[in-house]
């Protein structure tokens, strides 16, 4: 099946085959964030490797969801790479070049958005088990299917999209990056209701899905800390500071997730109230 080739509208590169030029700006800034982004998840993964106090279960869980963002981030370093190649030379073939690399970047970058998705469940999850059932050997020995689940799964919902050819530019989003291709090159998402099911298929469903998984855990366990504190009144039991402390540190979790995660998604559905 051939691919149809999507670039930004450029130089040599006119419509249908194109979309608007939106400048060098968001590729530096792309670059800039992304390095970043690649040398944290780095440092995560260091401090794992080199501190062995630090090689617990949930450090572990952890260091697998910086090795995700590291992908993420290394994915967008290729795409503002292909942008800056893309401005930058006058070829003949640079559209096909730039729509190869871009749905080649949207899959690394897909796939690895919902990995980190699947992880952060997955933390959640080994809290859930740590904490509300004390089964800290059964959430340990639970890492080979927590490894199929979040590196497989997304896997195989993302591969078959791009075999399919719907990875590739995306002209509707504010930074005209590579998610799902839009055939149409549409500034906006009205009447793309088939490319709104595919954009919810590869990513914004199981985001959302991941914040209610997140918080309805989170729920269960506060309930499950605060009977914890009615049995430790008791001034002769020690654990209550390190319960309180556990319970401040989970409170950070799900809402920092929520607020790093929810502007994108909120940008979503109000392009579709918008559109509808």
Known sequence: MEMEVTCPRSFNCEPPNASFDIGKTPSYVSITSSSLSCLGSILVLLTYLLLKDMRTGA?????????????????YLIGAANFLTYFNVKDDYRC??????????SFITTWSTMC???WTCILAFYFFVVIVFNKVHLAARLMPAYNI???LGPLLIIFPLLVL????????????????KDTDYSSSLEKSWDLIVYILIAGKLWEV?????IMTLYILIKIRIAKTHKRLLDPHVQLGPR???VEKRLLAIPLL?????MWGTLQFFYSLAVAG
């Open 96 to 105: 096909v070049m730039f729509g190869t690399i871009c749905s080649i970047q």
């Open 116 to 118: 980190s998705y699947c």
């Open 209 to 213: 899905l991941t914040y209610i998984f």
């Open 243 to 245: 319960v309180v402390q």
């Open 59 to 75: 450090q572990k869980v952890i260091t697998l969801l910086a090795i995700a963002d590291f992908f993420t981030a290394f994915g």
């Open 149 to 151: 689940i979040a590196w």
């Open 257 to 261: 997730y929520i607020l790093l995660r």
């Open 165 to 180: 050819g719907k990875l590739g530019y995306a002209p509707y989003v504010a930074s005209n990056w590579c998610y799902i």
